[in-house]
């Protein structure tokens, strides 16, 4: 495997949103071009659109966890079962890293939305914004998880 943990913050240093940097660090596992798996993920970024919700972290590894393991017959309740299990063990993991899966808490916002208006990635911006760094445990957390299942 590729060390995505890298890839991730790399992906995000670079200028793509939280959820972008985790799914592009796996596209050539999950056989998507970069610009596929870049516009799949692009609304998840800020909390889901700045909603400041779920993690654009965290909705990334369900989207590449979805995509590489995930059920597709409406029916098949146990397949259905098995990937919330792990659904939530990587929310687990990851919360228990870092006391949150939810946006608004990791960045210590008040406000349960932000301006749709995304922030100018400047030096002050990735002073400020763990978001580097949680893209990398996300990915890193991923990978791990992958390699053990």
Do not use: W
Request: one cysteine or more.
């Amino acid at each position: 495997m590729n060390n995505h943990k890298e890839l991730a913050k790399s992906y995000f240093l670079e200028g793509y949103n939280c959820a972008q940097a985790v799914v592009l660090a796996f596209h050539e596992e999950l056989g998507f071009d970069k610009e596929t798996a870049a516009s799949m993920a692009s609304a998840f970024g800020g909390g889901m659109g700045r909603l400041r919700e779920v993690c654009g972290t965290v909705s990334g590894m369900f989207l590449v966890l979805g995509l590489l393991k995930g059920y597709h017959d409406p029916k098949d309740l146990e397949g259905k079962k098995c990937l919330y299990m792990q659904v939530q063990q990587l929310s687990h993991t990851f919360q228990k890293q870092h006391g949150s899966i939810i946006c608004r808490e990791l960045l210590g916002l008040e406000r349960h939305s932000d301006d749709p208006t995304p922030s100018a990635r400047t030096t002050e911006y990735y002073k400020k914004r763990p978001c580097a760094d949680l893209a990398a445990d996300a990915a890193g957390i991923l990978e791990q998880f992958l390699e053990n299942f």
